[in-house]
């Protein structure tokens, strides 16, 4: 019998642990390429990484710039055209990318601190109402032009 309390004693730490926090979600490889022209608005990128539970991206936004939306290119009629969306979901342990030519963010009117400083931290609101804070490397249109070329995306994102 003391062999027995003996075990279950030294297994309790061990079931406590798998009661941990589960894992969060969370976003990285974000990256801005900037417009050319001031007046059109700069595309973003990032990977969104589900944790244990899945969530939604519900909005992004930043006081870096005047506004932030969500859009999507998708083929219609032969021809790449671009659609906003509402809300993204993010699988659990999965992982969606807002990459050039599909998923990605219209930024309007990226301010010149975060030029200048070379970066613009972007919230994103997630539908368990976590907000999650990223910084996003900037990167102007010629430094941009050589990873956009293999990316297949659409004029001006």
């Known amino acids: 019998m003391r062999a027995a309390l003996a075990l279950i004693a030294l297994a309790a730490p061990l079931g406590l642990a798998a009661c941990g926090d589960p894992a969060p979600s969370y976003v990285d490889q974000a ?6 022209n001031k007046d059109t608005p700069s595309a973003g990128y990032f990977v ?3 944790g244990d ?3 939604q991206i519900r909005g992004v936004i930043t006081d870096y710039a005047l506004k932030v939306e969500m859009h999507e290119s998708v083929m219609k009629d032969g021809v790449m055209a ?3 969306i509402e ?3 993010v699988p659990p342990k999965g992982e969606v990318a807002f990459a050039p030519g599909g998923k990605h963010l219209m930024i309007f009117g990226v ?9 613009m931290q ?5 539908g368990n109402g976590d907000r999650l804070l990223v910084d996003a490397v900037i990167r102007k249109p010629e430094a941009a032009s050589a990873p956009a070329a293999k990316g297949g995306a659409h004029q001006g994102h």
């Open 48 to 50: 969104a990484h589900g």
């Open 53 to 55: 539970a899945g969530t």
């Open 122 to 126: 972007l919230t994103f609101l997630m």
């Open 111 to 119: 301010n010149d601190t975060a030029i200048s400083r070379g970066k």
């Open 87 to 89: 809300s993204v979901d």
């Open 82 to 84: 671009m659609q906003p």
């Open 31 to 36: 990256w801005v390429r900037l417009s050319p």
